[in-house]
């Protein structure tokens, strides 16, 4: 136990992931966050490329029950690695890296599910987030969003309208509530956040609301319909007007309503809030991204925030197994 403390706190804070502005200037394809190196430290180790070259994730590492999944393909997981490819094909021009992307583009339009008039990308196998076993089938908000992101980029890259019928029937599922099966929350403000975790509880996940936004942006992007960015003005809205939500002290974020997020994720909620503030012109968005990342360089802050992290996921887990949801904060 103490070894592990210990190892834990020679670990440094940051994280390799960089936001990418270049799509919001015209400047290029580029998805907002860079996730190459990440691929290379945590992706490639943990992914099975099938016959295809689709891969899959090795969900034995997670922590139990749900390492019994097993070996999986998920969507969150080919999206990243197909933006990760598109970037080393933008930045080396390795056809190589095209390829890749665009077979996982390819994947998401032969692996959807059709509802009416509307497209999504269904998780079958289940899931359990800290008590709750979430529903099967079930819609991520941040699969939707990335896999939309990802269909535009294809569409941008070859043209190929197949991308972007797909990526436009998407869209629709933002409107379905979680009562409906959707991922659609209504706070007791009137404000609307999209579920990464859809369950009968919110779990209130910032990072996921975010990815899920982000694909209604690069939509709009392309089409310039008026309904679509009015979806995501409204869900740009629910960050800035809520943020203090996810602050932990001007230090660091929270992963939702549940604890302190790991390194990973505060290190995307970081590049994400930088990413909106300079689409919505909202600068307090970007002071509190620099105030968060004062850990990376004050030693004693970083201490103080990692022994923080380490007791406040622990003690949540711990908890959890006996009182369910409880243990978290209270969802807006």
Excluded at 199 to 215: R, V
Excluded at 271 to 299: M, Q
Aim: hydrophobic share 40%; proline share 3%.
């Amino acid at each position: 136990m103490f070894e592990r403390i210990a190892n834990y706190i020679k670990r440094g804070l940051d994280y390799p992931i960089e936001e990418d502005m270049r799509f919001l200037y015209k400047k290029g394809i580029h998805y907002h966050l860079d996730f190459r190196e990440l691929s290379k430290l945590y992706l490639s180790a943990n992914l099975k490329f099938d016959a295809q070259g689709v891969p899959r994730f090795n969900y034995a590492i997670v922590p139990s029950p749900n390492n019994k999944a097993g070996l999986i393909y998920s969507i969150t997981y080919i999206c990243w690695y197909a933006l990760s490819r598109l970037h080393d094909y933008l930045e080396d021009d390795d056809p190589r890296a095209k390829d890749d992307f665009l077979k996982q583009a390819d994947w998401l339009l032969d692996n959807n599910t059709v509802s009416g008039s509307m497209v999504c990308w269904q998780i079958t196998f289940p899931w359990n987030v800290y008590g709750i076993w979430l529903p099967v089938p079930r819609v991520s908000s941040m699969d939707q969003g990335l896999a939309v992101s990802v269909l535009v980029r294809a569409y941008l890259l070859t043209s190929d309208e197949r991308y972007l019928e797909i990526a436009k029937k998407a869209e629709p599922f933002y409107d379905v509530s979680l009562d409906e099966g959707g991922f659609k929350a209504t706070l007791r403000d009137g404000s609307i956040f999209y579920e990464m975790y859809p369950s009968g509880k919110l779990s209130m996940i910032l990072d996921g609301h975010i990815f899920s936004l982000m694909g209604l942006y690069d939509l709009y992007s392309v089409t310039k319909d008026k309904k679509t960015r009015q979806r995501f003005d409204s869900a740009v809205a629910t960050v800035v007007d809520n943020i203090a939500y996810w602050n932990w002290w001007d230090m660091w974020s929270w992963f939702g309503c549940l604890y302190l997020s790991s390194v990973m994720y505060h290190k995307i909620n970081l590049c994400w809030l930088r990413v909106l503030s300079e689409i919505s012109d909202k600068d307090e968005l970007r002071i509190l991204a620099d105030k968060w990342e004062r850990g990376y360089t004050d030693k004693i802050l970083r201490l103080y925030l990692k022994l923080r992290m380490f007791f406040s996921s622990r003690l949540f887990f711990m908890t959890n197994a006996f009182l369910g949801r409880r243990a978290g904060r209270r969802p807006l």
